[in-house]
């Protein structure tokens, strides 16, 4: 197995990694914004409070900070399946979607023909460098769900007191 089949098999391990981390990330998407039209209904339990409480107080606190929860999670989530653009606009490359969709025939034969290792090589780094942001953006958006579902609980109990 040479450089060039090595470095393609990497590729699709690291593309399949990519992967994963958009299918969960659509998961959570879904679960988040499941829990987030349940807890749209209890925003009648405002109405029921005639005078500001105590009660109220913790409850439109606990409110405002799920709120601002919620916003940084769906922030975090979309940032994991959002595609990125390329940093380096110079280089004209066939790893990248845009490059060759705005390339002509030629251009794109013209590439074929001068493709050695390195372009592989290249293709790797930039797979291992979406995936690792793909990856920061997930347990950011994973450590957002504690303090979104703590205040989902908060603002139930607060509701029944």
Partial sequence: MDTKDK???????IKEQIDKFDNKANILIAIVSIVFAISLSMLDIFREFE??????????????????SFCLEMIFLIMVIYPRRKKNKDKKSLSYYLDVSTMTDDEINACLENIDCSSEIDQLRINANICTRKHKFLVRAIWTLIPLFTFVLAMFFIAII
């Avoid at 470095?7 to 391990?13: H, T």
């Fill in 7 to 13: 470095a393609n098999e990497k590729i699709a391990i």
């Fill in 51 to 68: 005078s500001i409480t105590v009660s109220y107080i913790l409850l439109l606190i606990f409110t405002s900070l799920y709120f601002i």
